[in-house]
């Protein structure tokens, strides 16, 4: 079973820092994506970020682009979202989910249906 565990959300002020982490398990897929995703009230569900493990390639939302930055441990099976400069819109609750191969990802790497497993979220607030 795939299991996704996000951690290292929290309370921060405007133009602080908060690095997030995905905790991946349970599968053996030989090249998958893992994206992050955020959800704030009344909003609908949006990418951010998205890394392929196999070869570090990433894609951001223009939004945070410049802020943001996804990497990954693959011998820890964990993606990070190191977020800098944080703005009071950037609060949501955050997710990670994963997408068993990168051929899925086509024009839309951030595309919610292209990834078919989720994490539980983890909330960030940014105060201002």
């Known amino acids: 079973e795939v299991q996704l565990v996000e951690s290292g959300g929290g309370l921060v002020q405007a133009g602080g820092s908060l690095r997030l982490s995905c905790v991946a398990s349970?599968?053996?897929?030989?090249?998958?994506?893992i994206g992050w995703f955020r959800q704030a009230p009344g909003k609908e569900r949006q990418g951010v970020a998205c890394?392929?493990?196999?070869?570090?390639?990433?894609f951001y939302a223009d939004s945070v682009k410049g802020r943001f930055t996804a990497s990954s441990d693959n011998a820890k099976s964990t993606v990070y979202l190191q977020m800098n400069t944080l703005k009071p819109e950037d609060t949501a609750v955050y997710y990670c989910a994963l997408t068993p191969s990168r051929k899925r990802l086509g024009l839309t790497p951030l595309g919610i249906h292209e990834y078919d497993y989720w994490g539980q979220g983890t909330q960030v607030t940014v105060s201002s």
């Open positions: 890394i392929v493990t196999s070869d570090g390639s990433t």
């Open positions: 349970g599968f053996s897929f030989d090249d998958y994506a």
